[in-house]
RNA sequence: CGCGGGGUGGAGCAAUAGGUAGCUUGCCGGGCUCAUAACCCGGAGGUUGGAGGUUCGAGUCCUUCCCCCGCAA
């Protein structure tokens, strides 16, 4: 099939390269415009853009793709491929492609639909999640469902790993799907629209760590996305964690132990690893050499 | 030219108003012990990121360069 591949951030890099390795072939990579990214807020590529120059895939970017209608019917695609593209197509690009648009999102639809599911099934601590692909409409991630596979999610399972698992699973089961959709013996299921949940884009503020919250809960948090608190005032960011007690009830909340074990409202979580403010990443242990912190409180300010 | 914080023995941190560079840990050697991630004694290891400057004297003040990081995006 001839594809259209439209993506942006590193999720889509390894759903790519699986297809431009396939017998498909890519005519076009669309990704969002460059963004300011770093310290010094350089227009840097998106990883995407990055990744189809580096294969010689012909490459573009738009501001809206909505005004793009005739170059989009010009390419003459089967079919347009989305993973986390970023921008919302219209009615009439949907229609451009024989087989229309299908999209593949990290979650087992119709739960957590939206911006961010992977981090949302693990900060709401569930067993499992997925990738689902599902044939684009106008609404979010509403579109009927085309396949889906769930992989569980472990205890050492951080954003970082799942991101990763489900990345490959992604491209996977794209293939499959084209498969399938080429052969004729696809079918699709609506999706139960009463059992929808919507995730929306994390902000720095969600990552503020509340330690009356249960070890686990907080745990869920460390692991899902960028935690950070305050010791004396001294902003830190948590990067790992280990539940040592779940039941113990604690009225100090927030209280150091020895060993960086840290009371929450229910359990006792062990700091494994942190980021202070203008340092470097360093093993709880490194920290405690250079602070004492037994007996302080952990939390806001 | 987005805002801000740092670079001190292998590692993590200190050093009142400029005046002998310390602590914890690690490492080496020895001791004690049935034993120890325990304890005791001793030791090595720094031209305080680089280069200039001010000063009787600079980790500490000034100038400049290099590197690292947090926030914001």
């Keep these: ?17 699986e297809l431009n390795n396939s017998r498909h072939k890519i005519v076009a990579v669309v990704s ?14 998106t990883p995407v853009k990055e990744l189809a120059l580096s294969l010689n895939l012909p490459t573009h970017q738009f501001e809206s793709i909505k005004n793009q209608i005739a170059f989009l019917k010009s390419l003459n695609a089967d079919i347009f491929i989305t993973v986390a593209y970023g921008q919302i197509l219209s009615q009439e690009i949907l229609n451009t492609p024989k087989f229309g648009v299908i999209n593949a999102h990290a979650s087992l639809l119709p739960k957590y639909r939206g911006a961010s599911p992977i981090q949302s099934a693990i900060l709401n601590g569930e067993k499992e999640t997925g990738i689902t692909i599902m044939q684009t409409e106008l609404g979010l991630d509403s579109g009927n469902i ?3 596979e769930k992989i569980p999610i472990l205890d050492s399972d951080t954003i970082e790993t799942l991101f990763d698992k489900l990345s490959t699973l992604s491209a996977d ?3 499959k799907t084209l498969c399938k959709l080429e052969n004729g013996n696809s079918f699709s299921v609506p999706q139960d629209h009463m059992l929808a949940t919507k995730c929306s ?12 919250k249960s070890a686990r809960q907080v745990f869920n948090q460390i692991r899902a996305i960028n935690s950070y608190s305050h010791i004396d005032g ?3 960011r948590i990067l790992d964690s280990e539940i040592i007690n779940e039941h113990q009830i604690n009225k100090d909340a927030g ?5 960086f ?5 229910q359990g006792l979580l062990k700091i494994k690893q942190v980021l202070p403010m203008n340092k470097k990443r360093m093993t709880a242990k490194q920290f405690l050499l250079g602070n004492d912190v037994r007996g302080k409180k952990i939390g806001t300010n």
């Design 234 to 236: 001294l902003y830190i």
């Design 1 to 17: 099939m001839k594809i259209v591949f439209l993506g942006t951030p590193s999720f889509a890099l390894k759903p790519l390269i």
């Design 146 to 148: 085309l396949s889906q």
């Design 255 to 259: 209280l150091i132990e020895n060993d």
């Design 173 to 175: 089961l794209l293939l």
């Design 32 to 45: 969002q415009p460059d963004r300011a990214k770093g310290r010094k807020g350089n227009l840097l590529p």
């Design 261 to 265: 074990i840290v009371k929450c409202g």
């Design 201 to 212: 884009l994390i902000t720095k503020e969600m990552g503020s760590l509340d330690f009356s």
